[in-house]
């Protein structure tokens, strides 16, 4: 009884905290902007803690309390269209997340160079503070290559409707010690099309995308997802190739997204911690969203989260409640109920709670 008190709790604290009638009451954050983002130097920092707990642990990991990002980012434009994006975390190792230079010859045609994401799947490319949920999807955790080392080419075309692309080419292999691991690289490409744009204030939006990306690596590291029965570091050697598609339309109050990822890991898989070593796989997953403003700044969420690892055992779906509370333009409060549909019970259900300050 007592998950059931402290969710009630929850839910009062949500629904019926004051919200600000508009931004006009915020007169330090307009103070925050004008001091430090200018267009040629603009700081921002993302600070989130999260609250993790399940009645009997199933999860990996305990109950409590965790700082689960602390970021401190610096960008701009210079004279001439050079431009850079340089972003660090505190909590985790490396601690460097992004470091791109680029150089923008129009709206039509960029060239970014550095550390940075890897062009592939909308979910991943939404950043921490943006995605709905506390955590992103597994099929999207498991299989997006991440932050990589390299060159891209990206713009926005009109040929009658909006299309967005990025063409890439990358070590491989993460951070990987500021150096590829091999000859080969890592190829990523992604197109988004835009059929309703108008503007970025319309109430219609839908962005389609499909990616696609290619590696041949050499003990690349990967998600441990990849076999659920061991959490342990992963590595991969072999060739990798992964595509997918995805949709995400909002509709006045209403939001519709999804996105489907398959992957085809032909080689070998060795785990850091053990003498051991696992075949190829032929992972794939998928999640649905569906969101409701109930208010100006109150929002649910319903997901459903499936994600296949072809390690011998499938891995159970995931039914998750968000709900999302924006007391100010850079405050966010995100709770999220998440039911594994195997081990249904009440005491396996688990409950995350994030508090965030992002500018």
Same mark, same amino acid.
């Given at each position: ?103 923008? +010859? ?7 160079? &550095? ?5 592939? !799947?909308?979910? *991943? $490319? /939404? =950043? ?35 299309v967005d692309y990025n063409v890439g080419i990358f070590n491989g292999n993460s951070y990987g010690g500021n150096s590829n691991d091999n000859n080969d690289f890592l190829y990523a490409t992604r197109f ?42 992963? +590595? ?7 595509? &997918? ?5 909002? !509709?006045?109050? *209403? $939001? /519709? =997204? ?47 989260d499936k994600f296949r690892s072809d390690s011998g055992s499938d891995n159970p779906d995931w039914a998750l409640i968000g709900l999302n509370f924006w007391p100010t333009q850079v405050s966010e409060l ?12 009440f005491k396996y259900h688990q409950v995350l709670i994030n508090a965030q300050i992002a500018f």
């Open positions: 009884m007592r998950m059931k008190s402290f969710l009630s709790f929850l839910l009062v604290v949500f629904l019926f905290v004051p919200i600000p009638a508009s931004s006009d009451d915020e007169p330090l954050i307009g103070q925050l902007r004008e001091t430090f983002q200018k267009e040629y130097l603009s700081v921002g920092i993302l600070l989130q803690t999260v609250a993790d707990f399940q009645a009997e642990r199933t999860m990996p990991g305990f109950n409590g309390f965790n700082i689960s990002n602390f970021r401190l980012k610096i960008f701009g434009e210079l004279d001439k269209s050079f431009g850079y994006f340089v972003q660090a975390n505190f909590i985790n190792l490396p601690g460097l997340l992004d470091a791109k230079l680029y150089y923008r +010859f129009s709206d039509q045609f960029m060239i970014d160079g &550095g550390m940075f994401k890897a062009p592939f !799947s909308k979910e *991943f $490319l /939404i =950043s921490a503070d943006a995605i709905d949920f506390v955590n992103r999807s597994r099929v999207v955790s498991v299989l997006a290559p991440g932050r990589q080392i390299g060159l891209q080419a990206r713009g926005r075309l009109d040929p009658g409707v909006q988004a099309f835009f059929p309703l744009f108008t503007s970025k204030e319309s109430a219609d939006q839908m962005e389609i995308g499909a990616n696609i990306m290619y590696s041949k690596d050499d003990l690349a590291p990967v998600s441990s997802l990849l076999n659920p029965f061991v959490y342990d570091a992963l +590595f991969f050697t072999g060739k990798r190739t992964i595509y &997918g598609f995805d949709i995400r339309y909002t !509709s006045g109050d *209403f $939001l /519709i =997204s999804g996105e489907y990822l398959n992957g085809n890991f032909s080689g070998t898989f060795y785990f850091l911690a053990a003498d051991t070593s696992v075949g190829s796989a032929r992972p794939e997953g998928f999640h649905l969203t569906a969101g409701y403003m109930l208010s100006r700044n109150v929002q649910l969420l319903g997901r459903w995100q709770l999220n109920y998440l039911i594994n549909t195997r081990n249904n019970a």
